[in-house]
Nanobody, 122 residues
Framework: QVQLVESGGGLVQAGGSLRLSCAAS????????MGWFRQAPGKEREFVAA????????YFADSVKGRFTISRDNAKNTVYLQMNSLKPEDTAVYYC???????????????WGQGTQVTVSS
C-alpha cells in the first residue's frame, strides 16, 4: 500500500484555477494507477480523473473533460490535478487514491488520502 497526502485546495472564484497535488510514500508508486475523486456535501463520492502508471492512459468524468488535466511525476511520487475554468459545482472535498488497476470505480482503489477542500465561489 501507499500513503497519500493531498494539498493545494482552497477558495477560488468561478473561472479560476487550482492545482492539487498528491504526494505518495511507500513502495512501488510508479506501478499504481492514481485517481482523483470528490465528494460534495450531501452527495456521494464521484470519480473525477485517473491516470495509468505510464501516464499514457487517462480517464476523466464528463463533467470535467476539457477543464481538468491529470498528470504524474513518478520520480517525485506525486500526482497532480490541474483544474481550470472552475465552477461552483466543482466545490467538494477532493481525494487522491491509488489502485492496482486503472479504473473509474472507487471500490478498485485501496489507498486513499485524507482529502483537500476546494471551494469555488460564484
Amino acid at each position: 500500500q501507499v500513503q497519500l497526502v493531498e494539498s493545494g485546495g482552497g477558495l477560488v472564484q468561478a473561472g479560476g484555477s487550482l492545482r492539487l497535488s498528491c504526494a505518495a510514500s511507500g513502495r512501488s508508486f510508479s506501478s499504481y494507477a492514481m485517481g482523483w475523486f470528490r465528494q460534495a456535501p450531501g452527495k456521494e463520492r464521484e470519480f473525477v480523473a485517473a491516470i495509468r502508471w505510464s501516464s499514457i492512459i487517462t480517464y476523466f468524468a464528463d463533467s470535467v473533460k476539457g477543464r481538468f488535466t491529470i498528470s504524474r511525476d513518478n520520480a517525485k511520487n506525486t500526482v497532480y490535478l490541474q483544474m481550470n475554468s472552475l465552477k461552483p459545482e466543482d466545490t467538494a472535498v477532493y481525494y487522491c487514491a491509488a489502485s492496482q488497476k486503472m479504473s473509474r470505480e472507487g471500490a478498485e482503489f485501496g489507498s486513499w488520502g485524507q482529502g483537500t477542500q476546494v471551494t469555488v465561489s460564484s
